[in-house]
């Protein structure tokens, strides 16, 4: 079904790549203008440019999340470019592998601006915008990991917890202007860190098939099923969904691991 984004604009971070870049296919597909908001310059401007290719309207902006003058400046642009902001994609982030014995506070902070801080910064640079249009949708991509995890996936989990909370936060503070805000959780996704993961284990093949076969479907997702997702929770069927998570994983949380 195709979500009638005509008129609206987009701003994703972290599009240049995997889920991202998914999510900015998808929306542009469904005639939303596009703002790829990356911290890779190369990535960045070759999605746009790739975009603009197949006929769709789409801009690159240097922004790394971890920076609240990048993101200023990139929101800045968007407005010059578009003249409002309907849709935020919290989208970057990376996970991260620590032991919370040794982690150091720099490490933290790290970890923090780019899987939580990031997102609220954001946040602080759109809502005026969407206040003052009366309209505006929210969409963060946090993880299966927000409310579960495995082994060795501190403090990612614990950012990716803090999505959430977020979210219903800003359902709650801005849903008077019409603002919806909605956490997406996927599972496994076929992104270059799931590549690595297969890459780097002794029987790469062997390795991807004990982790399709974990899910329900037997397969991982693709970011266009995420990109899929967003474009319906962007578009106005969507217009009752707020303040709650939506998990995209092929039933992998379903399972009881015992
Ligand atoms: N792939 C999965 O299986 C999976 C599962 C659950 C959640 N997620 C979440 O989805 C999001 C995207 O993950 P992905 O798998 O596509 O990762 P990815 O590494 O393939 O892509 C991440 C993109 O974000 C950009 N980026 C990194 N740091 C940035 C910064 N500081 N500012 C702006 N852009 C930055 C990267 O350059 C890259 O283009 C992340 O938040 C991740 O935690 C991924």
């Known amino acids: 079904m195709r979500q009638g984004l005509e008129g609206k604009s987009a701003f994703i971070t972290g599009a240049g790549g995997g889920i991202g870049r998914g999510i900015a296919e998808q929306l542009a597909a469904n005639g939303a203008k596009v703002m790829i908001a990356e911290i890779n310059e190369q990535t960045g401007q070759a999605t746009a440019d790739a975009l603009c290719q197949a006929g769709f309207e789409a801009q690159f902006a240097p922004v790394d999340i ?5 993101i200023e400046a990139g929101v800045a642009a968007h407005l010059a470019r578009y003249g409002g902001l309907d849709i935020l994609v919290n989208n970057a982030g990376a996970n ?7 982690m150091t506070v720099d490490e933290w902070e790290h970890s923090m601006s780019l899987n939580l801080r990031g997102a609220w910064l954001c946040c602080k640079h759109a809502l005026p915008i969407m206040a003052a249009q009366n309209a505006g949708v929210i969409v963060s991509i946090a993880s299966v990991h927000a409310t579960m995890t495995a082994y060795n996936f501190f403090p990612y989990n614990v950012a990716k917890s803090g999505l959430l909370g977020l979210t219903r936060s800003l359902a709650l503070d801005w849903g008077q202007h019409n603002i919806r805000a909605v956490a997406v959780s996927p599972g496994w996704v076929r992104t270059q860190p799931a590549v690595e993961h297969f890459e780097q284990a002794d029987d790469p093949a062997a390795e991807e098939q004990r982790v399709r076969d974990l899910h329900p479907l037997k397969r991982i997702g693709e970011p266009k099923n995420i990109g899929d997702l967003v474009a319906f929770l962007a578009s106005d069927e969507a217009s009752y969904i707020t303040g709650t998570e939506i998990v995209i994983d092929g039933g992998i949380s379903a399972r009881y691991a015992g």
């Open 96 to 102: 991260q592998h620590f032991d919370a014995s040794k």
């Open 66 to 70: 971890r920076s609240e003058a990048d």
